[in-house]
C-alpha cells in the first residue's frame, strides 16, 4: 500500500492550495491523514478523516482547511484557503487501520514522500 502526495506550491498569504494523496488501492478500510513538518520540527498532525467520513482538524487550521476523499477516484484531498507563513512546510499524506489517535504518528504505517508548502508573506 503506498501513498503519492501531489499540489505542493508556492502562495502568497491568503491564497489557496489543494493537496492530493493517491494510494495505489483501496483505502476504505483505512483513517486517512495529513500531516506536515517544518524544519527543525517534529512532524504534526493537520487533518484525519476516518472510515465513514468523520473529520477532525488541529486547531491551528480550523476552518481553513478542509480534508475530504473522493471514493470513486480513490484520492485523499486537503484543501488550503486562507495561508498563512507557519503553514510552510513539507505535508505527508498517512494511512492505517484502526487509528485510535489520529494526531500520533505513530499510529500510521503508511507515509506518502511528502509534498512541498511555501507561504510567502
Known amino acids: 500500500f503506498q501513498l503519492q502526495e501531489s499540489g505542493g506550491d508556492s502562495a502568497q498569504t491568503g491564497g489557496s492550495l489543494r493537496l492530493s494523496c493517491a494510494p495505489n488501492?483501496?483505502?476504505?478500510?483505512?483513517?486517512m491523514a495529513w500531516f506536515r513538518q517544518a524544519p527543525g520540527m517534529e512532524r504534526e498532525a493537520v487533518a484525519s478523516?476516518?472510515?465513514?467520513?468523520?473529520?477532525t482538524y488541529a486547531d491551528s487550521v480550523k476552518g481553513r482547511f478542509t480534508i475530504s476523499k473522493d471514493n470513486a477516484v480513490t484520492t485523499l484531498y486537503l484543501q488550503m484557503n486562507g495561508l498563512k507563513p507557519e503553514d510552510t512546510a513539507m505535508y505527508y499524506c498517512?494511512?492505517?487501520?484502526?487509528?485510535?489517535?489520529?494526531?500520533?504518528?505513530?499510529?500510521?504505517?503508511?507515509w506518502g514522500q511528502g509534498t512541498q508548502v511555501n507561504v510567502s508573506s
Open positions: 498517512a494511512a492505517d487501520a484502526g487509528v485510535d489517535l489520529w494526531w500520533d504518528v505513530q499510529e500510521y504505517h503508511y
Open positions: 488501492g483501496y483505502y476504505g478500510v483505512f483513517c
Open positions: 478523516i476516518d472510515t465513514v467520513g468523520t473529520t
